[in-house]
């Protein structure tokens, strides 16, 4: 298996030499074909560390590379899912032209932007609804289409900020499923952000634990479950104990004493510059 993403001592400090350290000395690989996971607190440099990565955000020190190029500025062959899919997808275009929107940018020609949203708009259940206009349908359907028009783009690497955290509990089993389904259809490698233990440990063929900021790995956990099904799997017993694991991690770096006033502004801000580059 060939690594497809590799990052070395990634680094990123907002304001200057005197601000806020978001991420420090982070460094993992994703190899070809991998769902991998990374779960850590609220704030601590997730949405940073996934910036970095796909080239939105110039990091401050480290290097990011792609099947062993390195990243700098978006690679043509990475997409992005974003949280706030109600803000990435353009209200006045039809399912079909938002999911072909990228592709005219990148030369596609019509036959073949037709034919790529045809079959991924399939693979996701919203084929009867390719003429309708995003407004129109409810947030599960909307974050559909958010994938689909990644996945159109046949990225070597897909990377998810949050991507279910803004739906219901069925409606997130339902896109959890989806999510494997189309990885294992386009043999995609993904690298999927999350605060949700469970969804980190249901998903990931790997798990990155994170501290709190400044984000650092304190765990690079392997998920071995086979076939995942919803009841089935969470009711195992190496899920129970993988989840458990993970808390501990997570709780242990919880009790440490609390960010300063000064640090919690600068997370408030990252969180915020996050947002606005979800938006179209």
């Known amino acids: 298996m060939s690594t497809m993403l590799e990052v070395s001592g990634l680094?990123?400090?907002?304001?200057?030499?005197?601000?806020?350290?978001?991420?420090?000395?982070?460094?993992?690989?994703?190899?070809?074909?991998?769902?991998?996971?990374?779960?850590?607190?609220?704030?601590?440099?997730?949405?940073?560390?996934?910036?970095?990565?796909?080239?939105?955000?110039?990091?401050?020190?480290?290097?990011?590379?792609?099947?062993?190029?390195?990243?700098?500025?978006?690679?043509?062959?990475?997409?992005?899912?974003?949280?706030?899919?109600?803000?990435?997808?353009?209200?006045?275009?039809?399912?079909?032209?938002?999911?072909?929107?990228?592709?005219?940018?990148?030369?596609?020609?019509?036959?073949?932007?037709?034919?790529?949203?045809?079959?991924?708009?399939?693979?996701?259940?919203?084929?009867e609804s390719a003429r309708k206009y995003p407004w129109q349908l409810s947030g599960g359907m909307q974050q559909r289409v958010s994938i689909a028009r990644a996945l159109a783009c046949r990225p070597a690497l897909l990377l998810m900020d949050e991507p279910f955290a803004s739906v219901d509990a069925q409606t997130r089993f339902e896109l959890e499923d989806l999510l494997l389904r189309v990885r294992k259809q386009f043999d995609s490698t993904v690298l999927l952000v999350t605060h949700d233990i469970d969804e980190s440990i249901y998903l990931a063929d790997r798990v990155f634990v994170l501290s709190k900021s400044p984000a650092s790995i304190v765990a690079d956990i392997p998920v071995d479950l086979g076939e995942r099904d919803q009841i089935v799997t969470r009711e195992s017993e190496e899920f129970v104990h993988l989840r458990s694991e993970v808390a501990r991690l997570l709780q242990v770096r919880s009790a440490e004493p609390k960010r300063s006033a000064e640090a919690e502004r600068w997370a408030e801000a990252e969180r915020a510059e996050a947002r606005e580059s979800a938006q179209p």
């Open 11 to 127: 680094g990123h400090r907002y304001g200057g030499p005197t601000g806020h350290q978001a991420i420090n000395e982070l460094s993992f690989r994703v190899e070809a074909g991998e769902l991998a996971c990374i779960v850590g607190p609220s704030g601590c440099g997730k949405s940073t560390l996934l910036r970095s990565i796909s080239g939105l955000l110039t990091p401050t020190s480290g290097r990011v590379e792609l099947h062993g190029d390195p990243v700098e500025g978006v690679p043509s062959d990475l997409a992005v899912v974003f949280q706030d899919y109600s803000r990435s997808l353009f209200p006045w275009l039809s399912v079909r032209k938002n999911v072909e929107f990228p592709l005219r940018s990148r030369g596609i020609g019509r036959d073949e932007r037709r034919r790529r949203s045809d079959e991924v708009l399939e693979w996701v259940g919203l084929a």
